[in-house]
């Protein structure tokens, strides 16, 4: 697979098979991902990768009962408030693997950066027959001192992007988009 194909054939997916996404792979993938560019050639980034089956539900359980105790503190959930009330709802959509991107904040970069790393993991994976899903809720806890004291993410990194992973179960369509608006093009 090319990388556009890749790139047209890429979507969130919410539906994975039993297939465990080996270490070796991950690893690669996460090689792959990390020759996006890089502000003034930093590197800032981290990863935490979790696979134990009992610690993604327990954080997927923790997540809803934490942004629905606060509503408040998140507004851009609030439109969601019905899915996570909803008790079959898991954050993770069941994957076996979760990938965390950890930015270092000592680089004025870092969110460009580890967010060029999440697409390119995302492509990369494509082309594996790994499907990705960018989960924004996981911010409410994995962003968390606690969270990230125990995963030894160092104080000065903060969380960018949250990929659940594994092999798509279920092929989806490629997405539609409205056309790129530009603003200006001068010749
Ligand atoms: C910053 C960000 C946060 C997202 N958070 C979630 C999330 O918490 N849960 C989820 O199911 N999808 C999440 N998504 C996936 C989007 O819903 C998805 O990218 C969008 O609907 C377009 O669909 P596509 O990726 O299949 O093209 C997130 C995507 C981004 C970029």
């Given at each position: 697979m090319n990388v556009i194909e890749a790139i047209q054939q890429r979507r969130s997916i919410r539906a994975y098979n039993d297939k465990h996404v080996e270490k070796e792979i991950l690893q690669r993938l996460v090689e792959l991902a990390v020759k996006a560019p890089t502000g003034s050639g930093m590197e800032p980034w981290g990863f935490v990768v979790l696979q134990n089956r009992e610690e993604i539900d327990a954080l997927s359980e923790g997540i809803k009962k934490k942004v629905l105790e606060n509503i408040?503190?998140?507004?851009?959930?609030?439109?969601?408030?019905?899915?996570?009330?909803?008790?079959?709802?898991?954050?993770?959509?069941?994957?076996?693997?979760?990938?965390?991107?950890?930015?270092?904040?000592?680089?004025?970069?870092?969110?460009?950066?580890?967010?060029?790393?999440?697409?390119?993991?995302?492509?990369?994976?494509?082309?594996?027959?790994?499907?990705?899903?960018?989960?924004?809720?996981?911010?409410?806890?994995?962003?968390?001192?606690?969270?990230?004291?125990?995963?030894?993410?160092?104080?000065?990194?903060?969380?960018?992007?949250?990929?659940?992973m594994g092999y798509t179960k279920v092929a989806v369509p490629p997405c539609t988009r409205k056309p790129p608006v530009f603003f200006s093009w001068t010749k």
């Amino acid at each position: 697979m090319n990388v556009i194909e890749a790139i047209q054939q890429r979507r969130s997916i919410r539906a994975y098979n039993d297939k465990h996404v080996e270490k070796e792979i991950l690893q690669r993938l996460v090689e792959l991902a990390v020759k996006a560019p890089t502000g003034s050639g930093m590197e800032p980034w981290g990863f935490v990768v979790l696979q134990n089956r009992e610690e993604i539900d327990a954080l997927s359980e923790g997540i809803k009962k934490k942004v629905l105790e606060n509503i408040d503190a998140y507004p851009q959930f609030s439109q969601y408030e019905s899915w996570l009330k909803n008790e079959r709802y898991h954050i993770f959509n069941h994957a076996g693997t979760v990938l965390v991107i950890y930015g270092d904040r000592t680089s004025p970069w870092n969110v460009y950066d580890c967010s060029l790393v999440a697409g390119n993991l995302m492509l990369a994976a494509e082309s594996e027959g790994i499907g990705c899903c960018w989960i924004g809720f996981a911010e409410a806890l994995l962003d968390d001192d606690t969270f990230k004291k125990a995963h030894g993410v160092p104080e000065s990194f903060h969380l960018v992007s949250t990929l659940s992973m594994g092999y798509t179960k279920v092929a989806v369509p490629p997405c539609t988009r409205k056309p790129p608006v530009f603003f200006s093009w001068t010749k």
